[in-house]
């Protein structure tokens, strides 16, 4: 399950890059091993992953862990199963 670059993508309208990871997953519990992989092999750092068709109730979503990332927001009702994880780091400035 290796994340190529059409998977992600950058975008600077307000100014500012950000990188939004947008991957149709399709059974989260049977690739997280591949993603967590993904992750950590590739050369970008998305500030957000967005994940469709995860196919995960709420409740084992919220045990999903990614390195540097939390659950941002999540949605497990049949039609519109879809969760983004925020990069955690993303919001430090340096003074």
Do not use: W
Not at 33 to 61: A, D, F, W
Not at 65 to 77: A, H, M, R, T, V
Not at 84 to 94: E, H, P, Q, R, Y
Request: charged residues 15%; neutral net charge.
């Amino acid at each position: 399950m290796g994340l190529n670059l059409y998977d992600a993508y950058t975008t600077t309208e307000l100014g500012t890059a950000l990188t939004v990871l947008n991957q149709n997953i399709r059974d989260l519990f049977n690739k997280y091993g591949g993603l967590i992989c993904s992750l950590k092999t590739n050369q970008i750092s998305p500030h957000l992953v967005y994940l469709m068709e995860h196919y995960l109730s709420k409740q084992i979503l919220s045990l999903i862990k990614l390195e540097n990332y939390s659950l941002g927001s999540s949605d497990s009702c049949i039609l519109n199963q879809v969760a983004v994880f925020v990069f955690t780091l993303m919001f430090l400035k340096t003074v």
